[in-house]
Nanobody, 124 residues
């Protein structure tokens, strides 16, 4: 099974940018569909972006469209989330997730493997 470790979170001013990374190990990364989710205190975990396995098709939550970009480097076994124009409401713990599927999965229940999360805090 795949193990996932996120990094790249931190404190950033509103309007700034961050790039999150998710390093995968223990399995063939290219076989997995991948996603990013986030969870703010007191709220449910929500979908941010997903990328599929065969041709790197992508899907984004409305809140992420035009500001975030999901990508993957199968040679480096790494998933990325480039975030720009960050807003206060983007503050959350961000999680990467993996599933053995060729389709794009956008639900929490659709993923089998999760990282431990990385905190993103946007300040005014």
């Amino acid at each position: 099974q795949v193990q996932l470790v996120e990094s790249g979170g931190g404190l950033v001013q509103a309007g700034g940018s961050l790039r999150l990374s998710c390093a995968a190990s223990g399995a063939t990364f290219s076989r997995y569909g991948m996603g990013w989710f986030r969870q703010a205190p007191g709220k449910e975990r929500e979908f941010v972006a997903a990328i599929n396995r065969p041709n790197s098709g992508t899907s984004y939550a409305d809140s992420a469209k035009g500001r975030f970009t999901i990508s993957r480097d199968n040679a480096k076994n790494t998933l990325y989330l480039q975030m720009s124009s960050l807003q206060l409401e983007d503050t959350a713990a961000y999680y990467c997730a993996a599933v053995l599927s060729s389709t794009i999965v956008t639900t929490v229940r659709g993923y089998d493997y999760w990282g431990q999360g990385t905190q993103v805090t946007v300040s005014s």
